[in-house]
């Protein structure tokens, strides 16, 4: 109710408003917010399961652990984001990615209805029957503030995990890539409860059916060969699978630093062992050594399963990029100034232009919520003509003012 109120009330005022929740957007379209209000989404935190226990209404504050740990707790689980501190919401009404996504599919593929707060300030419900339900999963940041949605959940089925962290250096870049194709996704047997992550750091030291407690070897061995510096077994439960990737509400990611973190997300369909040696060597140079401001910064390669992604019909909803394999996105960390965006807005270009280049697809499709911000609407949203205009169309209708236009606006 309060919420009407503020949107009302910011209406009538011509005063912008965003709603706010994990705060971890990060794309640059969120600056043209230069005043207004800020709706803060936390209290609305709830979690109702259904008699049947199938579904549950989840508020739309809530924040991934808390949703996961609500749900643990009585034996079920859905689909989240992958680190703890981020929102539901905001990652699922880009798509959103998480561990569980080769069992059910993407967050938003969960989404059973929305209720939620419109551009003129009605309070709606939005389910299949309703033309905007579609543009809600994958554009939803423009068409309003979800105060809760019904998801799809499930009993847990895999609580065991394991994870192998294999450590290479520099030089193996080549090698390890071409592997990771072979193994994971040209002629990929791989299970649906495999996701394959890789991350880059610069340490100038030394240059993760029923569940499991080990890594099967047939997916590691062949990376032992390589001559890897170390490799890290560890084994536990669903829940360690944020602090074993440094994604925990203790990790550094979570904590507020005052630091800028822009991506440059590209979805891939396949490593290019030669692009990627090119792009980690820019990467070491740029990242490495006192003189540079951009030390710390890291690139992440995130090969999460795509069984129950593809499960759905490609046009199933606004997120267009179900059929890419891979989502890579160099992450520069840095002190924020005008110099220091700048640069890095150039630097991060250059890394995913290379990418792209050595992808040989032809357009460039970035995942919206990890967009730096200055991609088209186009490579947000997916580039054939008929969902460019199908979102026109929404947007045009349920938005006229454009008053949900901060994140990653729909041209
Ligand atoms: C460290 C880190 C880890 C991440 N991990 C993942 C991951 O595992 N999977 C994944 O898919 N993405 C992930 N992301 C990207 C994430 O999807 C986006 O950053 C997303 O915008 C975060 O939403 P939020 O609620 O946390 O942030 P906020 O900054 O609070 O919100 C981001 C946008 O979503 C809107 N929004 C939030 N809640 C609502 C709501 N209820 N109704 C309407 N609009 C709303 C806000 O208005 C804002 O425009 C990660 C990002 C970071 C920085």
């Known amino acids: 109710m309060a919420l009407i109120t503020g949107v009302t009330f910011a209406n009538e005022h011509s005063v912008p408003f965003l709603a706010a929740n994990g705060f971890h957007g990060s ?10 209000i800020e709706i803060y989404l936390s209290q609305s935190n709830t979690v109702e399961i259904s008699p049947d226990g199938k579904t549950a209404k989840i508020g739309g504050g809530i924040r991934a652990r808390n949703l996961t740990d609500a749900l643990w707790s009585v034996g079920k689980q859905t689909v989240t ?18 561990w569980l996504q080769g069992h059910h599919g993407l967050i938003s593929d ?6 939620v707060v419109l551009a003129n300030g009605n309070l709606a419900t939005i389910d299949e ?11 939803g940041h423009n068409f309003g503030i979800v105060t809760s949605v019904t998801s799809k959940i499930y009993d847990v089925q895999y609580p065991n995990y394991a994870i192998e962290t294999i450590f290479f250096s520099g030089e193996k870049v080549e090698e390890v890539y071409q592997l990771a194709n072979e193994l994971w996704i040209t002629n990929s047997t791989a299970p649906e409860g495999l996701n394959h992550w890789s991350y880059w750091f610069i340490d100038p030291t030394i240059d993760p059916e029923k569940g499991v407690d080990t890594v099967d070897p047939i997916h590691t061995a062949p990376f032992h060969q390589l001559g890897p510096i170390m490799s890290q077994p560890q084994s536990g439960d669903y829940r360690d699978l944020a602090a074993w990737t440094g994604i925990s509400l203790a990790d550094g990611p979570c904590q507020k630093t005052g630091n800028a973190n822009p991506r440059f997300p590209i979805y891939l369909q396949a490593y290019n062992p030669q692009a990627q040696k090119q792009v980690y060597d820019l990467f070491r140079e740029t990242t490495t050594g006192p003189a540079t401001p951009f030390a710390g910064s890291l690139s992440m390669f995130e090969g999460y399963s795509q069984q129950g992604v593809r499960s759905f019909a490609d046009d199933a909803s606004a997120f267009a990029y179900r059929s890419d394999n891979l989502l890579v996105a160099p992450l520069l960390i840095y002190p924020p100034s005008k110099e220091l965006n700048e640069a890095a807005q150039t630097l991060g270009n250059r890394m995913r232009q290379v990418l792209f280049e050595g992808s040989g697809q032809p357009t460039l499709n970035t995942y919206v919520n990890y967009a730096y911000g200055d991609e088209t609407s186009a490579a947000w949203y997916g580039s054939d003509s008929w969902r460019q205009e199908r979102l026109a169309a929404l947007k045009k209708k349920y938005d006229p003012e454009e008053r949900f236009s901060f994140y990653a606006p729909i041209a």
């Open 129 to 139: 029957n309703s033309e905007l339900f579609w543009g809600l999963k994958g554009a």
């Open 81 to 98: 984001g992958a680190c703890e501190c981020v929102g539901y919401l905001g990652p699922g009404l880009g798509g959103g990615h998480g």
């Open 110 to 115: 969960q989404y059973l209805s929305f209720d």
């Open 27 to 36: 794309i640059t379209t969120l600056g043209k917010m230069t005043h207004g």
